[in-house]
């Protein structure tokens, strides 16, 4: 095509700026040539937008060319310039679409062995995720199932101590029974998950299994698990927690247990981020909460991974989950901007909010 000019609308500024394009024009190059013509050009950065369709409120790769985008449109191209940290609140809205009248989103804690640091993944996590105080009504519950497993250190697993004493927080432990899950029989698992399925208007959003390099998990009981939640269509997550404390080799050893249990459930499907899906029924990764330091070689490991556990559960989860897990993850703000940053995950969260699976 010969060169043209569109007209784009700068959302924050209230602007309609007239952008010459040809076929190889890319979004990012509309976006750039927007900010740069805008009246507040010395206060932003084109790293901070992204443009949608308008018909659509679709989200455009920053890669895609604008014949491509042409090409896909049944009328003309439409376009608007948003901000990115505005899609939080717009994800928010979508969301609420999927969520029954009076549900409130409730945190559970994990059963977590004191000595083991890196467990602190689903505290620290829990805490980012507590919804604002105006997101919470006492009709109703949703919660996640969490338990960990004991390094070969210590004896029974010991109760975690819950971080806050905030009573918008719903704690079902899974390990109320006298004996730590180490000792837990099938008929156990069993039971523990259908006294929380029984609570009055409960909703279990997702089971997450922490396991250290160093742990003595029993795998028979590990699968024993999979096979109570998955039969309850409870999505899973097999979590190797403090993946920089122990051996390449142990923690090598806990991620090909954790993928054969899957593999026993779902074939695996992908494999991104470090993350490893088994289509919607489960998923798992290593994560690291805290920096770890070795110090004879002067290395310092940053946290990891714990922005892609919530993203990968938010991916696999079906539409009134989601919602739920949104509004959860909606406070966490390093876990929304390094979703913006990343770009076409948050496409793919939008566009499934939308209904464009």
Known sequence: MESATIEVRFKQTGETISVPVSSTSTMKDIIKYVCKESVCREEIDYNNYYLILLNNQEMLDDDKTFEEIQAISRENPDFQLCMKTAIREQIMRLARRYVRPGLVERVVYPQIPVDDAASRII?????????????????????????????????????????????????????????????????????????????????????????SPSSSANTEQIKWLLKECMSKQIFCALVCTNKWAGSREQRDAVMKDFQRLLEDRHPKTREENDVIYFGNMGLCTAVNSERFIIQELNIILQPSGIDELILGIMQSLDDEKLAQWCMLAFENKSFWKNLFVSGKPIKRLWNKLLGKK
Not at 131 to 147: M, Y
Not at 152 to 162: C, H, R, Y
Request: hydrophobic content about 25%.
């Open 123 to 211: 505290i620290e996590s829990n805490e980012n995720l507590q919804p604002s105080t105006h997101e919470t009504d006492a009709s109703h519950e949703s919660n996640a199932v969490l338990c960990t497993t004991q390094s070969n250190t210590e004896g029974d697993s010991t109760p975690a101590i819950s971080p806050t004493s905030s009573d918008t927080l719903k704690h079902y432990p899974m390990s109320e029974l006298p004996k730590g899950f180490e000792r837990w029989t099938q008929e156990d698992i069993r039971g523990s998950l259908e006294m929380i399925l029984k609570k009055p208007k409960s909703d279990v959003l997702c089971m997450i299994y922490c396991a």
